[in-house]
């Protein structure tokens, strides 16, 4: 079974099963919306926390599933698909990769347009061990993730000033901003048992 988001906009794709795309427009930001984009993205993060609680009892759902068929539910998988969209929408907006306020849903026609696009592949079976002990397989991958995180927070706060002052982004941090966002896509797909395939130390 193959899930997929809308097909990739633009940026590197890889032979990972989960991918982040960009739509690569102007660098140009809107200061005010910049500047108050941590409180105006707070409506769209009440709903992806909502969304996220029934993600974290899908992926329970799933867990048991695949320990017992290993396979991934279609329903349950979609639905998760359907979340990770959300959630990469709404992340890209808080990162300043656009000005364009993120959809509702992972569903909705504005999220099949978005300038950041989640995409996942399944292979139709799932690894009845490697999902069990997933807990502790995840452990590398999220070290690496959170060293990510600490220096895209960094060049997060970078960012903002750099577009309150110039209205522009820089080119080098939103690459890596958008290689930080690929790398936690691809990590929480591998948590979520969505994937089997390890992901890479890679940004790319």
């Known amino acids: 079974m193959a899930v997929a988001g809308a097909p990739p906009v633009g940026g590197p794709t890889g032979a990972y099963p989960a991918d982040v795309t960009y739509a690569q427009?102007?660098?140009?930001r809107s200061r005010l919306t910049v500047f108050f984009r941590f409180i105006l993205v707070i409506p769209n993060q009440i709903m992806l926390i909502l969304w996220g609680i029934a993600f974290e009892l899908t992926s329970l759902l799933a867990w048991f599933a695949i320990i017992f068929t290993g396979k991934y539910p279609d329903g349950l998988y979609s639905f998760g698909v359907s979340y990770m969209r959300m959630a990469t929408?709404?992340?890209?907006?808080?990162?300043?990769?656009?000005?364009?306020?993120?959809?509702?849903?992972?569903n909705d026609t504005k999220a099949a347009t978005y300038p950041a696009q989640y995409s996942v592949v399944y292979s139709g079976r799932s690894s009845r061990l490697s999902v069990f002990f997933r807990f502790l397989l995840i452990i590398p991958a999220a070290i690496?993730?959170?060293?990510?995180y600490i220096a895209a927070a960094i060049c997060l706060v970078l960012a903002w000033f750099a577009i309150i002052i110039t209205g522009r982004y820089p080119q080098g941090l939103l690459s890596f901003l958008q290689g930080a966002l690929r790398c936690y896509m691809r990590i929480a797909t591998y948590a979520a048992y969505m994937t089997d395939q390890y992901p890479p130390f890679s940004l790319s």
């Open 144 to 148: 690496f993730g959170y060293l990510v």
């Open 89 to 106: 929408d709404s992340f890209a907006y808080i990162h300043f990769m656009t000005d364009e306020y993120p959809p509702w849903s992972g």
């Open 25 to 28: 427009g102007p660098l140009e």
